[in-house]
């Protein structure tokens, strides 16, 4: 029988991935087979379902309310599980926790609003103050007897892009212009875009919001507000490199291996950047002043072509 675990990580977006690439890294350690069941947002379920970290998902329906959490609790008390993994470390998480049928439970020591009362074992975070969000959870592993240390890429199912079009002999830049919040959005991604196409690259924006380019052109494709969460692994894949503010887009492209270039104003990339920041695929560019329209467009467009030139087709 596969070891059952439990591993609650309801979001948000960005902290989800970096759950993944640790419990990943259990699963892939741990010399026993063991079976994953995810609690996670709706907002976020179909991503979760699509990794193949992630073989089961129960579905936290916040907008229910009371409602909603009541109906989760009970889905939770009929599974059994070897082991109980709170990465959220919150009361709702800490609750949840308690409500599964395990003798293992466990969480943070740096957990809020006494969700460690629910666990029996704990983890010590990474102690040094500026470390990054992977290093806060990967001390889980010592929990099984395992280094800690990531060892592998996050994968997805292959998700269906209908009209994507099948392109050769191009260099494929993903555009993410968009974060949670607006003082980490760059503002050049047109001019930007302008002048990539001008070099004959293929330009995609993703992104939850609709955002309007100027132009029509023939290797331009706008999926701004028209991809589902579960296709942008997909997407990503199809790159040659990914540009985005610090966001969750950001993150799955380091997670998944690929070439990114990430854009930086008021946060710090060394706890929030791509990880590992030192890893040859992962390229940062900060502002100056921590304000993010002080990263000048010149900057951005010849670190663009630098990567893509050492990459051949």
């Not at 050049?188 to 302008?194: A, D, E, H, M, V």
């Amino acid at each position: 029988m596969p070891h059952r675990c439990l591993v609650v990580k309801p979001s948000s977006f960005g902290d989800i991935i970096h759950g993944l690439q640790v419990i990943q890294s259990l699963k892939q350690d741990l010399k026993e087979e063991i079976q994953i069941t995810w609690i996670v947002r709706d907002l976020f379920a179909p991503f979760v379902h699509c990794c193949t970290t992630v073989d089961e998902i129960l579905v936290f329906n916040r907008g229910e309310g009371l409602r909603g959490m009541i109906r989760l609790l009970s889905k939770i008390r009929r599974g059994s599980y070897d082991s109980v993994i709170d990465l959220q470390g919150l009361l709702r998480s800490g609750i949840m926790t308690a409500a599964a049928k395990s003798s293992r439970k466990i969480g943070r020591t740096d957990s809020r609003e006494g969700a460690s009362f629910f666990y029996n074992e704990k983890i010590i975070p990474c102690s040094r103050v500026e470390s990054h969000a992977i290093e806060k959870l990967i001390n889980i592993k010592f929990c099984f007897g395992l280094k800690n240390q990531l060892s592998s890429k996050l994968e997805f199912k292959k998700v269906d892009l209908c009209g994507f079009p099948d392109l050769k002999n191009k260099k494929i830049i993903v555009i993410y212009p968009e974060s949670r919040r607006k003082e980490k959005e760059w503002n050049q991604f047109i001019p930007l875009t302008i002048d990539l196409l001008k070099k004959n690259y293929f330009v995609v924006w993703a992104g939850v919001n609709k955002k309007e380019f100027p132009e029509q052109h023939a290797s331009f494709l706008n999926l701004t507000n028209a991809l589902s969460i579960d296709q942008l692994p997909t997407l990503m894949n199809q790159s040659d490199l990914v540009i985005a503010n610090d966001s969750g887009p950001m993150h799955l492209a380091a997670a998944m291996n690929l070439s990114v270039l990430s854009l930086f104003g008021p946060t710090d990339p060394k706890m929030y950047g791509p990880y590992p920041i030192e890893s040859k695929r992962n390229h940062v560019i900060q502002s100056p002043s921590n304000c993010m329209k002080d990263i000048r467009l010149e900057e951005v467009f010849l670190k663009v072509t630098q990567i893509l030139s050492s990459s051949p087709f």
